[in-house]
């Protein structure tokens, strides 16, 4: 090679070496804030955050190497809720995970800025998270748990398990409730008109007043219980179950896990798999795309538990065909 030519490819090496050295430089690590409403040792939980970090992982973010995720247990204590969203969005994340209402409504507070995925919100339009499912419009977008419609399809449940109920009772927490039950009622209202049920609302803030609820309910005959979507519930899932049994009450919940505590049935969506989806929603955003343009997303997948033993406690036999249209029996 003549003395210019090797002048010149070592001068254009030159050139180009900090750009290939720049290309293969790793991409920076990016931060997640998650802010839950649970306590750290929530076993359910714990769960749906395993689920949301191996999906993650599945679309190649691997922790402590290009994603770093900071995790804060904040209860249902408002007070407390409003200091973890501070302290996540002083670390300024690239997007945070909010696991409920309640946390949602905390992080808004704080930031219209930063993304926020919900993993688990009812009435997000209600409660001004969002314009519209479509096009979200602001920095928060996710998944919901149910359409108002749910509430009628819980009494219609508790009808044919226990066919002979006149009066039912819907539990609810005003705070982490959706619209303060509002939100459920009204389908609620015209499915108890239509089966002939008269419903009472029952409005609790602790566990002193669902027992005096549960109690007053359990005065009369033919009563039961609808309890009501909420971090609170959610909380509280194995209490809750075990007063109701005390009583021996006939009810439903939304949650899975309410019939594994003890509970009669339940039936909702899942909140494990709305953790999984969330995960594919914060790909998108970490990869570029906005939370306004990513649409509000119902649950698609649903379903009936039902705890026969509970059931054989009550002196209820379960109807064949609903035996076979659970997606669990609890024997």
């Given at each position: 090679m003549r003395r210019r030519e090797f002048i010149a490819l070592l001068g254009s090496a030159a050139v180009e070496w900090p750009f290939a050295a720049h290309a293969q430089q790793p991409e920076r690590m990016r931060r997640i804030g998650v802010l839950m409403t649970y306590a750290e040792g929530d076993r359910e939980a714990r769960t749906w955050i395993a689920a949301f970090r191996q999906e993650l992982q599945k679309f190649g973010w691997t922790e402590d190497r290009s994603i770093r995720i900071e995790i804060r247990w904040g209860?249902?204590?408002?007070?407390?809720?409003?200091?973890?969203?501070?302290?996540?969005?002083?670390?300024?994340?690239?997007l945070i995970l909010s696991s409920s209402t309640l946390s949602t409504a905390a992080l808004l507070r704080q930031t219209r800025i930063i993304p926020i995925v919900f993993a688990t919100v009812a009435d997000p339009v209600g409660e001004g998270f969002v314009a519209?499912?479509?096009?979200?419009?602001?920095?928060?977008?996710?998944?919901?748990v149910?359409?108002?419609?749910?509430?009628g399809k819980w009494l219609e449940l508790l009808k044919e398990i226990a066919p002979r109920i006149i009066r039912v009772?819907?539990?609810?927490?005003?705070?982490?409730?959706?619209?303060?039950?509002?939100?459920?009622?009204?389908?609620?209202?015209?499915?108890?008109?239509?089966?002939?049920?008269?419903?009472?609302?029952?409005?609790?803030?602790?566990?002193?007043?669902?027992?005096?609820?549960?109690?007053?309910?359990?005065?009369?005959?033919?009563?039961?219980?609808?309890?009501?979507?909420?971090?609170y519930m959610v909380a509280h899932s194995a209490?809750?179950?075990?007063?109701?049994?005390?009583?021996?009450?006939?009810?439903?919940?939304?949650?899975r896990f309410y019939p594994e505590h003890g509970g009669l049935l339940s039936y909702g969506y899942d909140?494990?798999?709305?953790?999984?989806?969330?995960?594919?929603?914060?790909?998108?955003?970490?990869?570029?795309?906005?939370?306004?343009?990513?649409?509000?997303?119902?649950?698609?997948?649903?379903?009936?538990?039902?705890?026969?033993?509970?059931?054989?406690?009550?002196?209820?036999?379960?109807?064949?065909?609903?035996?076979?249209?659970?997606?669990?029996?609890?024997?």
């Open positions: 209860t249902t204590d408002e007070a407390l809720l409003q200091r973890f969203a501070k302290e996540l969005i002083a670390l300024q994340p690239d519209s499912f479509p096009r979200p419009s602001g920095n928060a977008t996710g998944f919901t149910m359409e108002a419609s749910m509430a009772a819907s539990i609810f927490h005003p705070t982490s409730t959706p619209g303060g039950g509002s939100h459920l009622l009204d389908a609620l209202n015209t499915a108890a008109s239509v089966l002939a049920v008269e419903a009472i609302t029952a409005p609790v803030h602790d566990m002193s007043e669902l027992e005096a609820a549960v109690s007053a309910q359990a005065r009369e005959p033919n009563g039961g219980l609808i309890l009501m979507p909420g971090a209490e809750v179950a075990s007063l109701i049994g005390r009583y021996r009450l006939p009810s439903i919940a939304p949650y909140p494990l798999d709305n953790f999984r989806r969330a995960a594919g929603y914060a790909d998108r955003i970490l990869k570029g795309e906005k939370p306004a343009d990513l649409p509000v997303q119902a649950p698609v997948k649903y379903e009936l538990v039902i705890n026969l033993k509970t059931a054989k406690a009550l002196g209820l036999d379960v109807p064949w065909f609903l035996q076979q249209r659970a997606d669990d029996v609890i024997e």
